[in-house]
T-cell receptor, first 113, second 115 residues
Framework: KQEVTQIPAALSVPEGENLVLNCSFT??????LQWFRQDPGKGLTSLLL?????REQTSGRLNASLDKSSGRSTLYIAASQPGDSATYLC????????????FGKGTHLIIQP | KAGVTQTPRYLIKTRGQQVTLSCSPI?????VSWYQQTPGQGLQFLFE???????NKGNFPGRFSGRQFSNSRSEMNVSTLELGDSALYLC??????????????FGPGTRLTVT
């Protein structure tokens, strides 16, 4: 059974810092990995999708890497802003879509102005 | 292009009642998945539908059921509600399934409170 762990559970940094969020998964036989952000009481916003054959994806100030063999992914946020404050969730697709996504518990990020 | 929409957004029900939640996927998306989010368990997969067929089901009791219509809209039903069913129910859609190539896009969720 796939398990996803995110470290740290919470993080508070001053504005402008670069930061790294970590995600690990137990079964390396994945189809893809997706990073989401969730604002309080809201749905999920997709940030980046990395397919199993890819090593990284970039979107603006965000960069996500994937090391399938070691079961790890990182989300790098450059030049953090207060608007980046949210919970960041990592989700793994292990079954080609038919099995649903397995989520980590998330990293609660606060960017101090 | 309109995103995933879910109705209603908020719902209050009493123990023992049943509830039906609705999800309209992004136009052209044929796969719809449902998830339950609670503070204790986080996000958990309920089931996924593709072309009106349930492809897979998570580890939830039979009180949780769903269906998908020919226009890809989906409904989920929870019967005999329990206090523990209080949660945010999220629906996600994607273009297809079975390849892992496609992102899942989530709706805003339905907040269900059982009293």
């Amino acid at each position: 059974k796939q398990e996803v762990t995110q470290i740290p559970a919470a993080l508070s940094v001053p504005e402008g810092e670069n930061l790294v969020l970590n995600c690990s998964f137990t079964d390396s036989a994945i189809y893809n990995l997706q990073w989401f952000r969730q604002d309080p009481g809201k749905g999920l916003t997709s940030l980046l999708l990395i397919q199993s054959s890819q090593r990284e994806q970039t979107s603006g100030r965000l960069n996500a890497s994937l090391d399938k063999s070691s079961g790890r992914s990182t989300l790098y946020i450059a030049a953090s802003q207060p608007g980046d404050s949210a919970t960041y969730l990592c989700a793994v697709n292990s079954g080609g879509g038919a099995d649903g996504l397995t989520f980590g518990k998330g990293t609660h990020l606060i960017i101090q102005p | 292009k309109a995103g995933v929409t879910q109705t209603p957004r908020y719902l209050i029900k009493t123990r023992g009642q049943q509830v039906t939640l609705s999800c309209s996927p992004i136009s052209g998306h044929r796969s719809v998945s449902w998830y339950q989010q609670t503070p204790g368990q986080g996000l958990q997969f309920l089931f996924e539908y593709f072309s009106e067929t349930q492809r897979n089901k998570g580890n939830f009791p039979g009180r949780f059921s769903g269906r998908q219509f020919s226009n890809s809209r989906s409904e989920m039903n929870v019967s005999t509600l329990e206090l523990g069913d209080s949660a945010l129910y999220l629906c996600a859609s994607s273009l297809a399934t079975g390849t892992g190539l496609y992102e899942q896009y989530f709706g805003p969720g339905t907040r269900l409170t059982v009293t």
